[in-house]
């Protein structure tokens, strides 16, 4: 035998572990029947007794106080900081409590929250992932005080890492440094690794030398299973069967908290299931980088009824002597025990597509002990033969059941509240999902021009087939990704319409700075919120020999400014692209394949370097002889709201391409693409990477 594949061999079985039950990935399978269920149980707490020696487990970091509040998070959002909910760009203030309100109306409320303020963003500049942070709005207090506020109601904050983001504008430190540091700044509690299989060691101790602990939560699993020491949380992705699954890192620590997640899941009953069956946590992750996915309100409902549950027994849910699979009477039917102390409760899914009532439970019984059926709120009367009870209650098709097992029934109103809540069956609840209606912001004609003004360019209008689709990285064709146009029911990906264009006048080059300076000293303009205003100006001006490039560092509410002032508008998509593809379609401004010359060379430094002068690139016009349209600066044009969402449409993509991953805003230099970039409020959304060009009316 050859010397590597001995040694392959000698690896793999001194990695493998003597059990018949193997974990896959991030779960264990359950039983295949109920007839192994002794046989299955045995192999997998053997798996763990030896896992635990094999990794040399040390539990510490599950005992520490300020880590503690990682073993209730049930419920856990990732949220868009651009969700209406959640602020007021009007008021310029954070509105948590109407955020909070709104879920907790939907679906009970949360427990933790992961503050998204990155990607799809992140990468339109050189701002890199802790700029983003400080750029949110009122900087480093206003973020604190949003923490403060979330605090106030009970509700963890966790902010992401993003290790990828290593082609903007460098950190100065460490990343593990860096982030312990603005992390305690801002009050956080967590951290959430985007892409990761386990937030490395140096994160627990760089926050532990800062003296603000972090709790440790990585999106895709972890590389190790030695990672669960310090990882007390994880994401689940997991891979759903009829008959349970058990989570690896649960059995390993039945202290971790692990939140399943399935974003684009339409139907959540596989989600919230093996949440409820494994007694930990789910992500009601609903805004999806600016795509609207609601819960539905079966699910909502049913999340509900979970949650406050898990909550209830909380201490229960963390049993070093949880049971998965303990024996029950009905097929298809399935529960956890979590003995706690003198008293233990039982998770049950149901997972028939039918109702399932009768006996359901046999368990062994002990004088003075009572029995409550959890999910109905309700005091059950055991058949007691001998040393066993027999539980007999209903649970709905596809529905959920839990029992207590106890001296006393539970404190407070709980058996009340739940017994209000059962009155509802969960099937009276609609499944079907929500779409979110948008709408385009208005933009108000202008006076009707004879003439082309100075520096603008006739387009006769006409018959335009307007072709465009949004070039974000996920989301495939799911409904709601991207926006809705007017003649649309929904929000798509891919736009098409045949459309008559009335004749316009549209700038022949972006604004440029020395254009904006004269309408910022005429009309004395100073926005109300002026973070990063006009960031590379310098005493009021631009730097010298910029007067000709694009002015960038300005928010659409600043451009919509200088366009009024000007007695113009920003275009609208289709105009701004009919303008530079012309009747045929075009690929790009000056024919169908790329060239090389009609654009400025890619930046793809660390720091983003200035746009190139306006008219640099003759040979980039449209056919009407539009310049500067394509891989200079992305340049505004609609905004479309709904409930939860605002977006800007960039049109034309920029010179500046970071390096290093794929997560990156995307560049959109086909004129039949377009930008989709999320908005909250101008000091976080004006970007060195974004000018505009203005339109007029024509007769």
Request: aromatic share 12%; hydrophobic share 40%.
């Amino acid at each position: 035998m050859h010397r590597p594949l001995c040694l392959l061999l000698l690896t793999l079985t001194l990695a493998a572990q003597d059990t018949r039950f193997q974990p896959q990935n991030e779960e264990f399978p359950g039983p295949p029947d109920p007839a192994s269920f002794s046989e299955w149980l045995a192999d997998i707490q053997h798996w763990r007794a030896e896992r635990r020696i094999r990794i040399g487990y040390d539990a510490s970091q599950y005992a520490r106080p300020e880590l503690k509040w990682a073993q209730s998070s049930f419920i856990q959002p990732q949220m868009m900081v651009e969700d209406r909910f959640f602020y007021d760009p009007v008021a310029r203030k954070y509105t948590v409590d109407r955020y909070l309100d709104d879920l907790e109306k939907r679906y009970g409320g949360i427990d933790s929250v992961l503050v998204w303020h990155t990607y799809p963003n992140i990468g339109i500049d050189d701002r890199n992932q802790n700029d983003l942070l400080q750029d949110m709005p009122g900087g480093l207090a206003g973020l604190k005080q949003m923490v403060a506020d979330f605090h106030r109601r009970g509700v963890r904050v966790l902010f992401p890492i993003m290790l990828w983001d290593q082609g903007t504008h460098s950190y100065g430190e460490p990343n593990h440094e860096a982030t312990a540091r603005l992390f305690k700044e801002a009050g956080a509690d967590g951290v959430n690794g985007d892409t990761m299989r386990g937030v490395p060691l140096a994160y627990r101790a760089a926050s532990d030398r800062a003296g603000h602990p972090l709790v440790l939560e990585p999106e895709n699993g972890l590389d190790s299973d030695e990672m669960v020491m310090y990882n007390n949380m994880t994401w689940g992705y997991w891979r759903y069967a009829p008959i349970p699954t058990i989570s690896r890192y649960k059995w390993l620590e039945t202290r971790h908290m692990v939140n399943i997640c399935r974003r684009w899941a339409r139907d959540k009953t596989d989600d919230l299931q093996h949440a409820f069956f494994n007694g930990v946590g789910y992500e009601s992750w609903e805004n999806i980088w600016g795509i609207w996915n609601q819960i539905p309100d079966r699910h909502a409902e049913a999340l509900r009824r979970i949650s406050k549950i898990e909550r209830k027994f909380a201490q229960a849910m963390i049993s070093p002597d949880w049971e998965p699979h303990t024996p029950v009477l009905q097929p298809s039917v399935y529960a956890s025990k979590f003995p706690d102390g003198a008293r233990a409760v039982w998770t049950f899914v149901n997972r028939n597509e039918y109702d399932v009532a009768g006996r359901q439970i046999r368990v062994p019984h002990s004088a003075g002990v009572r029995y409550f059926d959890l999910w109905n709120g309700v005091e059950l009367k055991p058949e007691v033969t001998g040393a066993w009870a027999t539980l007999s209650f209903a649970m709905e098709a596809h529905g959920y059941g839990a029992l207590l097992a106890a001296a006393s029934a539970p404190d407070g109103p709980f058996l009340a509240e739940m017994a209000a809540l059962s009155r509802t069956p969960l099937s009276s609840y609609s499944a079907e999902r929500r779409t979110m209606p948008q709408r385009v912001v208005e933009i108000a004609p202008t006076a009707k021009a004879k003439a082309a003004p100075a520096g603008m360019i006739r387009i006769a209008g006409g018959a335009y087939d307007f072709k465009v689709s949004g070039i974000m990285i996920e989301g495939s064709n799911e409904i709601g990704v991207d926006v809705q146009y007017a003649w649309e029911n929904s929000p798509r990906r891919h736009h098409a319409q045949t459309m008559t264009l009335a004749p316009y006048f549209i700038d022949r080059f972006p604004v440029t700075n020395a254009e904006f300076k004269k309408f910022v000293d005429a009309a004395s303009y100073k926005p109300a919120d002026d973070h990063n205003f006009l960031k590379d100006w310098k005493g009021g001006t631009y730097p010298a020999g910029w007067a000709n490039k694009p002015v960038t560092w300005v928010s659409i509410e600043d451009a919509r400014a200088y366009a009024k002032w000007a007695g113009k508008r920003l275009p609208h998509e289709w105009e701004w692209q009919f303008a530079a593809q012309g009747p045929d379609g075009r690929t790009y401004p000056w024919g169908s394949g790329w060239d090389a010359g009609a654009a400025p060379v890619p930046d793809k430094g660390h720091n983003m370097a200035p746009a190139a002068d306006i008219g640099a690139h003759p040979r980039g016009a449209s056919p009407f002889g539009v310049e500067d349209l394509v891989g200079n600066v992305w340049q505004w044009t609609d905004e479309y709201v709904d409930e939860h969402t605002r977006t800007g449409i960039l049109k034309g993509g920029s010179h500046y391409q970071p390096q290093g991953s794929h997560w990156y805003f995307p560049q959109a230099y086909k004129l039949g693409e377009h930008g989709k970039y999320l908005l909250i409020a101008p000091g976080k959304d004006r970007s060195g990477g974004v000018g505009f060009r203005c339109v007029v009316d024509a007769e």
